[in-house]
């Protein structure tokens, strides 16, 4: 199963882009994104927040008890493959979450046939032995949904479905295709920006397509000279302008019926287009005044965006706090705004990956025979048999980031002895379901006393104990609430 990231930095932080990129930017470039990710692994452990401690209890039978805990629920919940049809009662339905604030999801699901309805917006707690498991929900995934409530639009999730592609910043599960966009001015098309931008979403291996907006402020001449350039790099770009209109029905048309996150710099009007095309009934398929979804009363989540909200005291986007949502589209399929950015980390593109990213590479070496260089492992660095020549555009590009990686590499090496520490695992969770997880200790910081590791079990144990003791309604305020109201 494909598992991709897109690191995107939540700092305006600008690397030097030139071969003389420091060590100390690129450790402040590290050091932010454990951060960053640390941060993130510790607001996921204080979810979990058990309410009884039971320190009292001798740590064996803590351990017996949790081993049996585990045991049980892998079983009690193996992911649904995308095959599985589960039967489905009135108060059960399949759906996609749509956004995820606090310990809510908000799960927009197909209703029940008696209902003459459009899907429906239900507001849904993750069921105890997901998170047991740990088995994470993200954006995207499309979820088992039971105990539904229909008038009051609530529910449990119950199990989540394979993934096909789950990527990490934001964390949205089952992308199906990448949205790049950039503006042609204001700001003004930068080619090496563009690069790494599309290197970072070709480093995902999720299908990307390039749009470049604002186009009614250039003139046709300047449309046509980016569009041969471009076409030489790989890309086939669609032209667009949400100020006059101009190419909003053929992006409807390609983001129809998937699920898209938008990627770009700040300012090139990723969140107008978004706005846009949520309101673009003159798209082919959309049917005037048709409602996507029937919300709960009250919802905002799935409001317009905010735009050109840049403050100008810190340069920074409107978006660097905001959650991930999955905004449905008038002609169909979702739209996943991403916070405003401008610098991609390229944090998960290796030396050995880059040259993959540029279909320029691709293409000479797919026209090639043998398909290979005659290196293995070649960095294609202008070496005699090297079959990738120096004769096209974006050369030294490649050459640059190249070294920009190699220096982030050494350092990663020096500093943490391999050049995954610090970076994201893979784990295989439960029936194959590949789970994502920051490394949250370096390697030389590893060595805790006997006494520390044995009071970090029991405190996991605990974690166990403690919900393992109580019935799930118990831990949910939401269920609590459900079920005082049935009494
Ligand atoms: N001239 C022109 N301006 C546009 C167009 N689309 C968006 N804008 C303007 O560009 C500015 C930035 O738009 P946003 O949609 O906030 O840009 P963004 O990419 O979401 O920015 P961040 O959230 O910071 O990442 C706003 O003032 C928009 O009105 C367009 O097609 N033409
Ligand atoms: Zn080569």
């Known amino acids: 199963m494909p598992i991709a990231s897109i690191s995107i930095l939540r700092h305006r932080t600008i690397i030097p882009t030139t071969t003389a990129t420091t060590l100390p930017t690129v450790a402040k470039l590290i050091r ?9 692994v510790a607001a996921a452990k204080q979810q979990h927040n058990p309410t009884v401690s039971r320190k009292s209890q001798p740590p064996s039978k803590k351990l017996l008890r949790a081993k049996q805990t585990v045991k049980d629920y892998s079983s009690l919940a193996p992911v649904l493959s995308p095959q599985d049809k589960p039967p489905l009662s009135e108060s059960k339905s399949v759906g996609t979450v749509a956004a995820a604030q606090a310990n809510f999801m908000r799960v927009i699901v197909e209703p029940p046939r008696s209902f003459d309805e459009s899907k429906v917006e239900l507001l849904c707690v993750v069921k105890a032995v997901l998170k ?17 409530d229909w008038v009051d639009r609530r ?15 934001p964390p949205v599960a089952n992308v199906d295709h990448l949205l790049v966009l950039f503006s ?7 080619p090496f920006a563009l690069t790494r931008f599309l290197i970072e979403a070709e480093s995902t291996g999720i299908p990307l397509t390039l749009a470049l907006n604002k186009c009614e402020l250039v003139d046709e001449e300047a449309m046509v000279a980016w569009k041969s350039r471009l076409h030489k790099w790989g890309y086939k770009p669609n032209f667009c302008s949400v100020e006059s209109k101009y190419g909003l029905d053929s992006l409807a048309f ?14 090139v009007g990723k969140s107008s287009l978004i706005n846009a095309l949520r309101n673009n009934h003159n798209a082919s398929d959309a049917v ?19 735009v050109g909200q840049v403050s100008t005291r810190s340069g920074r986007g409107k978006h660097t706090t905001r959650n991930v949502s999955l905004l449905p589209l008038s002609a169909g399929g979702y739209l996943a705004d991403t916070p405003g950015f401008n610098q991609p980390s390229l944090m998960k593109v290796t030396k050995q990956s880059l040259a993959q990213a540029f279909p320029e590479i691709r293409q000479m070496l797919s026209d090639s025979e043998p398909a290979k260089c005659s290196f293995n492992d070649c960095l294609h ?23 920009e990686i190699r220096i982030r590499e050494e350092f990663q090496l020096r500093t943490f002895g391999t050049k995954k520490e610090g970076d994201v695992r893979y784990k295989m969770g439960d029936k194959g379901v590949q789970q994502a997880e920051p490394r949250l200790e ?42 005082d109201e049935n009494q």
């Open 32 to 40: 932010q994104i454990s951060t960053l990710r640390c941060f993130s």
């Open 132 to 148: 047991k498991i740990k088995r994470r929900v993200l954006v995207g995934d499309k979820v088992l949904v039971g105990s539904i």
């Open 155 to 169: 529910g449990m999730i119950e199990n989540v479905y394979q993934r096909s592609s789950e990527i990490l910043d």
């Open 184 to 190: 042609m001015d204001q700001p003004k098309l930068e």
């Open 254 to 267: 390609i983001l129809r019926d998937q699920t898209s996150v938008i990627v770009g710099p700040s300012g």
């Open 288 to 306: 005037e005044g048709e409602t996507l979804f029937d919300p709960i009363l009250g919802s905002k989540w799935f409001e317009d965006q905010l």
């Open 381 to 403: 660095l202008g070496e005699p048999g090297c079959i990738v020549k120096a004769d096209w555009e974006r050369y030294p590009y490649y050459f640059q980031l190249l070294d």
């Open 442 to 483: 370096l390697k030389k910081h590893r060595r805790v006393s006997r006494k520390s590791m044995n009071q970090s079990l029991l405190d996991e144990l605990d974690e166990l104990d403690d919900d393992d003791n109580l019935p799930d309604e118990e831990n949910d305020p939401f269920l609590k609430a459900m079920r």
